[in-house]
């Protein structure tokens, strides 16, 4: 078994668990439910992350998730939360501080860091 992604967010670990399981490759998600362990635990140790079952189906799947590229990754900025007001970089999907989702398609021109006002 080897590990071939993890990341802060599950549903992002989930959505590359069903790329690969629909191709036929068998998976397993580590740290499901340890983000409770957060502080008590370095962050970095409760990430998700996505398991191939077979060493055989590593490289095939390495290179479907190589392939996958989200739709308009390169038009995200880094955005500020609607809810909360909090500075959130692009890679997150949601608010680390209130937990709201991003906004479709934010990108540069629509949301600015706090202080860049004009």
């Known amino acids: 078994m080897k590990k071939i992604y993890e990341h802060l967010e599950f549903a992002r670990v989930g959505h590359f668990q069903a790329i690969l399981e629909s191709e036929g490759i068998a998976t397993l998600i580590k740290n499901q439910s340890a983000q409770v362990?957060?502080?008590e635990i370095p962050f970095t140790?409760?990430?998700?992350?996505l398991w191939v079952v077979d060493d055989n189906d590593y490289d095939?799947?390495?290179k479907?998730?190589?392939e996958?590229?989200?739709p308009d990754t390169e038009k995200l900025t880094d955005w500020t939360c609607p809810k909360c007001g909090e500075f959130v970089e692009k890679e997150f999907g949601?608010?680390?501080n209130c937990?709201?989702?991003?906004?479709?398609n934010a990108l540069e021109?629509?949301?600015e860091p706090p202080g860049s006002e004009g």
């Open 37 to 39: 362990g957060a502080g």
């Open 99 to 104: 937990g709201t989702v991003r906004p479709g």
């Open 94 to 96: 949601e608010c680390w």
């Open 109 to 111: 021109s629509e949301l």
């Open 64 to 66: 479907l998730l190589e």
């Open 45 to 49: 140790e409760v990430f998700p992350e």
């Open 60 to 62: 095939r799947a390495l």
């Open 68 to 70: 996958y590229q989200p």
